[in-house]
């Protein structure tokens, strides 16, 4: 295997895997997603960051993330982008409801508060098609 399909299988994942994951995970695989695209644009535009941290402060960093696979995918023709802004809302917004209403709506409503994947679904979309055009590093 060589190494463009290693950079590949590293950062993409098909969309119905992420939604699984991320449902039985409860939101934690979207960390981890999350850490791995900051791992790749560190090495592609050789930034100065910390991929652990900005993939734990995620609602400090989301947007930012967002933006630079919005631009990447955009950069290579991907015409389905979603706003940015309001994705990075709807993620903060189900994430802070999860964590603070975690025991306190009741069941089935409370299912409803790990929605925050929603917010990523774009974004996973767009990086996907990143890679399905530019599968070189």
């Known amino acids: 295997m060589n190494d463009s399909n290693n950079n590949l299988n590293s ?33 592609k535009d050789d930034l100065n960051i910390s991929p652990f941290w900005r993939s734990i402060l995620a609602i400090i960093f989301l947007h930012e993330l967002l933006e630079r696979i919005a631009t990447l995918a955009d950069n290579v023709g991907y015409e389905k982008a979603s706003s940015t802004k309001m994705n990075t809302f709807r993620f903060v917004f189900w994430f802070l409801t999860a964590s603070i209403n975690k025991f306190q709506i009741p069941l089935p409503f409370g299912l409803i508060t790990y929605l925050h994947f929603l917010a990523l679904i774009n974004a996973v979309q767009s990086i996907n098609f990143y890679w399905k055009i530019n599968d070189t590093f």
């Open 11 to 43: 950062t993409s994942i098909p969309l119905w895997k992420f939604i699984l994951l991320s449902l039985i995970t409860f939101g934690i695989y979207e960390i981890y997603w999350m850490y791995k695209q900051w791992k790749f644009l560190k090495l």
